[in-house]
């Protein structure tokens, strides 16, 4: 039985992974800020002692690093978690007489502005824009420089927009399907929005879980893989798509405070890459993913979740 040590266990993509590889027969640690339970380490990614008692104890074959910071008021931040934090746990692997091989959770961000209409490959030139995208180029860089420098067997993975139950709200499809769950049960009839104009590459969380397994099997060290559907969605249209499943009448308001200053209008991937190493293709489609997070926000309100307040 492989064994997977998880950073970021508790989070989105991996509370999924964790069952895709239990539903694989791995036995499965956890790495969290938070207790998340049975064979799950509690600690940062700052605490470097943490980190590696944690790849210690654990042995794992593979570890799969997702976490790290996606939004932050403090630009430092995201080079503290994304840059520092992997730096730490490579230095953890490093350690190990059997070096595990690391499988690294980047994002579709470091692409940036794109100068092309054509779905975007591993050999795109990198834009990146905003604070959280330049600090993924650098983690990617750092691992890279492990695999070359020392041997580490490093398996970078660069994810498009995931949807799927357990979004946080932070994310615009997430946003609106907390936003109708919560007026279905309210007198509010109206949905506030950002920019609904940009063109995103969508793809389900748990389609994501199972590219991640995959490429820990059969992931070539030192190479990058895009995680993406191939194809592009309105943001338009994904709102659309969840306030036709309401079950009340709603109306969308644009907020300027919500248009972000720096967007991009168009992005789409190409997983020619990621299919021909690992025979993986999207399964999901677009409408079951957000009908599937718009009943996981009703199930969260019905229950208390503190992220619907």
Known sequence: MKRALITGISG?????????????R????????RPAGENVFVGDLSDRAALTRAVTECQPDVVFHLAGIIKSPDPQAYYTSNLFGTLNLLDAGMQMEK????????????????KSAQPITERSPLRPVTEYAVSKVAQEMTALRYHYAFGLDVVIVRMFNLLGPGQSPDLACSAFARQIALAEISEQNEIVTGNLDAKRDFVDVRDAARAFAMLAEKGEAGQTYNICSGNAAAIQGCLSEMMLRSKKQLSARVDPARVQKIDIPVQVGNFQ???????WNPRIPLNES??????????????????TS
């Open 273 to 279: 890459k990621l299919h021909k190493a690992t025979g």
């Open 99 to 114: 070096r595990p091989k690391v499988v690294l959770a980047s994002s579709s961000a470091v692409y940036g502005l794109t």
């Open 290 to 307: 957000l009908a599937d997070l718009l009943d996981d926000w009703r199930e969260r309100i019905r229950r208390g979740d503190p992220s």
């Open 12 to 24: 989105f993509v991996g509370r999924h992974l964790r069952d895709e590889l239990i539903r694989e």
């Open 26 to 33: 791995w036995q499965v640690y956890g790495f969290d800020v």
